[in-house]
């Protein structure tokens, strides 16, 4: 088992930042390819930023890129996400998801839901227009 734990949410006027972070524990965490994924109030959960176990790539949905960027710290076992240019729409609670990463995977391997084992409990984001 992974434990994640995500702190740093809260509420921001548009414009704003804000960021995010995610502890792990209980597994090696380098082995483990890290995403930030988000539920707004009445719709499906979505991807929003992921990075490799090594944190030599990263990637993000259109309607963050640019925005936001995710990093990692494989010594002190976090994953942080910083949020810039907030708009209401990024309203949710933000999830850090773990997926074992112990092989040459394609690209949408890091946008898909289901390659996740693991998941917080998530962080509520609220943005004030």
């Known amino acids: 088992q992974m434990q994640l734990v995500e702190s740093g949410g809260g509420l921001v006027q548009a414009g704003g930042s804000l960021l995010l972070s995610c502890a792990a524990s209980g597994r090696s965490f380098s082995s483990y390819a890290m995403g930030w994924f988000r539920q707004a109030p009445g719709k499906e959960r979505e991807f929003a930023a992921s990075i490799t176990w090594s944190g030599g790539s990263a990637y993000y949905s259109d309607s963050v890129k640019g925005r936001f960027t995710i990093s990692r710290d494989n010594a002190k076992n976090t994953v942080s996400l910083q949020m810039n240019n907030l708009k209401p729409e990024d309203t949710a609670v933000y999830y850090c998801?773990?997926?074992?990463?112990?092989?040459?995977?394609?690209?949408?391997?890091?946008?898909?839901?289901?390659?996740?084992?693991?998941w917080g409990q998530g962080t509520q984001v609220t943005v004030s227009s």
């Open positions: 998801a773990a997926a074992e990463q112990s092989r040459i995977v394609p690209d949408s391997f890091f946008y898909a839901e289901n390659s996740y084992d693991f």
